[in-house]
């Protein structure tokens, strides 16, 4: 397949931190997948066995290239830098603890053809276990509405079983597919998440360009949630919540008065304060 002149060839980016686990199922699924033209992995400083596994899948598929970060500057620049080293018309972004099937990108895209327009499309993702990750549909934060009611707090959106394609304010980042113009336009993703967060922050601006985003319902895939941060919790943690303090200033803060940003910025960062505690009390 050409990708630069096949219309439907899909370049599948994967970004991993400490994904050994995962990681060679993954890229074996992903080679196995229909469509899929070029697989980009950007790792961001693994310590484990990631090189090895993806050498030697680059050494048996000449679709796949690395990207070695010799530091960690977040999932966001990883995406960036697999989308910027590809150049197939459709952008996929798959986690590295993803177990996708061999027609579930190919039916992802065909959706989003069928939409007539720009679109941002994820999947309904499940656990090992079988239960449904809410975040797969959600919607966006409204950190005043949460201030106001606790109940508000909670983002995601039940699932509507008689829509093939639902729509919603957010997906979730663990698989992501659009068209690369449509990422281009958005500028990709803002670098200055660290981790969590860029997920909302892009559903957002591709609704704000006119573009649609959904979930298809009728595409599971099961994903084995927290590989990679398993080894430093309370780093997610804080950059969790750090990302979500960005997100308010940069859709919420301009509407809000100044005890409004006091008051978000101490509840984001007393409820740190707490899981930190939890965990601290859970070591001993």
């Known amino acids: 397949m050409n990708c630069s002149t096949d219309p439907r060839a899909i370049a599948a980016v994967v970004v991993s931190h400490e994904s050994a686990a995962t990681l060679d199922d993954c890229l074996l699924r992903l080679r196995a997948a229909r469509d899929v033209a070029e697989i980009r992995v950007v790792d961001n400083a693994s310590q484990d066995d990631t090189l090895e596994i993806v050498q030697r899948h680059a050494l048996a598929d000449p679709r796949l290239r690395f990207i070695a970060n010799p530091d960690n500057p977040g999932f966001a620049v990883g995406c960036n830098q697999g989308a910027g080293d590809s150049s197939a018309p ?6 590295p603890d993803l177990r996708v099937e061999a027609d579930t990108l190919a039916r992802l895209r065909d959706h989003a053809v069928a939409l007539g327009g720009p679109a941002l499309l994820g999947v309904d993702l499940v656990g090992e276990d079988g239960r449904r990750d809410p975040a797969a549909r959600r919607r966006d934060p409204d950190f005043a509405a949460m201030l106001a009611s606790p109940a508000r707090a909670a983002l995601d959106v039940p699932r509507d079983p008689e829509l093939a394609v639902q729509p919603v304010e957010a997906i979730s980042g663990a698989l992501m ?21 860029e997920d ?5 601006r591709a609704r704000m360009a006119g573009a649609r985003v959904a979930v298809v319902n009728e595409l599971a895939v099961v994903h ?6 398993r080894a430093r919790p309370l780093f997610v943690e804080w950059h969790k919540h750090r990302g979500l303090w960005r997100y308010f200033r940069k859709f919420e803060a301009s509407r809000r008065s100044v005890f409004t940003h006091a008051t978000v910025a101490g509840a984001i960062w007393a409820h740190f304060a707490a899981v930190w505690l939890k965990r601290m009390l859970g070591r001993r």
Not at 90 to 95: G, R, S
Not at 179 to 193: N, S, V
């Open 90 to 95: 459709w952008l996929a972004f798959v986690n």
């Open 177 to 197: 597919l659009l068209p690369r113009d449509l990422f281009a336009r958005l500028g990709g993703l803002d670098e200055g998440y660290r981790l969590h967060a």
């Open 200 to 204: 909302l922050d892009l559903c957002r």
């Open 224 to 229: 084995v949630r927290g590989v990679s941060s």
